[in-house]
């Protein structure tokens, strides 16, 4: 299994396509960040001290969850490629175990995942000290490593799920691109949930990667909501959190870290269980 494993990280690292492609979404987010949106939000909070590094934090944290979930979802490609070309057909009359092909297919894509993340917040934080923010303390960025493992985990689990019934390369790559382009939407990247109506609201709260997105926001905004917000009333920062979906609030019931994370760790398990099932069915 672990020359399986190591074959389907070479596979993939050696085919640039396929890795820019696991990239793009969070190419458009950079792109329409840089562009645009970045100015918009920064001049809505004129007068704000640290007002760029707060943005600046803020879109990082949205473009590690978006990463962990489309990069993986590269990954998988693999599999569908194996699938297409009829390898998996060699692969099952090899000693190989179907049970350690599923496996090495599931680990090398989110090893795969848990690296692009660390090159994307490595990436990050060198812009964000570049533009006269600060790196993050040692105890933010274990937690931050510590979400990136857990935000890869349960988006592996979905993404095997999803994989589990595409066939072909045509079929991968529609799914990719739709998931690719709605995930920014979804993980409130592109717009802000304030800026959602109600009903879309509800979708994204109930949506697991934006969980993710949540709780790396509520670490790596630490600082940067301190510096900005640290003269001013409580209530103008649990505005700021809720319109910018660092927090989620149901009713009158905020949703704690812990639950977010059991939310994370429920859809790892359950996605996980569905894959399972229907690739047992399949074989049957």
């Known amino acids: 299994m672990r020359g399986f494993t190591i074959r389907n990280l070479k596979v993939f690292f050696k085919d640039k396509s396929s890795v820019f492609f696991s990239l793009l979404a969070v190419f458009i987010i950079i792109g329409l960040y840089a562009l645009f949106l970045g100015d918009v939000w920064v001049k809505g909070m004129e007068g704000l001290s640290g007002a760029r590094y707060l943005m600046d934090s803020w879109i990082v944290a949205g473009l590690l969850a978006v990463t962990s979930f489309t990069t993986t979802m590269g990954a998988f490609g693999t599999m569908v490629e194996d699938k297409s070309r009829k390898i998996t057909k060699d692969l099952a009359s090899s000693p190989l175990k179907r049970g350690s092909i599923a496996a090495g297919y599931t680990i090398s894509s989110y090893i795969i995942g848990v690296v692009m993340c660390l090159i994307t917040l490595v990436l990050a934080e060198v812009y964000i000290l570049a533009n006269g923010g600060k790196l993050l303390s040692?105890?933010?960025?274990?937690?931050?490593?510590?979400?990136?493992?857990?935000?890869?985990?349960?988006?592996?689990?979905?993404?095997?799920?999803?994989?589990?019934?595409?066939?072909?390369?045509?079929?991968f790559a529609t799914a990719s691109t739709i998931i690719g382009t709605v995930i920014g939407f979804l993980t409130g990247v592109y717009l802000p949930i304030g800026q959602l109506p109600e009903g879309i609201q509800w979708v994204v709260k109930l949506f697991p990667v934006s969980h993710a997105a949540s709780l790396l926001r509520q670490e790596i905004l630490t600082v940067p909501l301190r510096q900005t917000f640290g003269s001013l009333p409580e209530s103008a920062v649990e505005d700021f959190k809720q319109s910018m979906g660092v927090v989620f609030k149901f009713g009158d019931k905020y949703v704690s870290p812990v639950l977010s994370i059991a939310i994370l760790l429920i859809t790892a398990v359950v996605f996980f269980g569905l894959s399972v099932l229907n690739m047992s069915r399949r074989k049957k």
């Not at 993404?159 to 066939?167: E, G, P, R």
């Open 138 to 171: 040692p105890e933010v960025l274990l937690k931050v490593l510590g979400l990136i493992m857990l935000s890869t985990l349960a988006n592996t689990s979905i993404v095997l799920f999803i994989t589990s019934f595409l066939k072909s390369q045509n079929a």
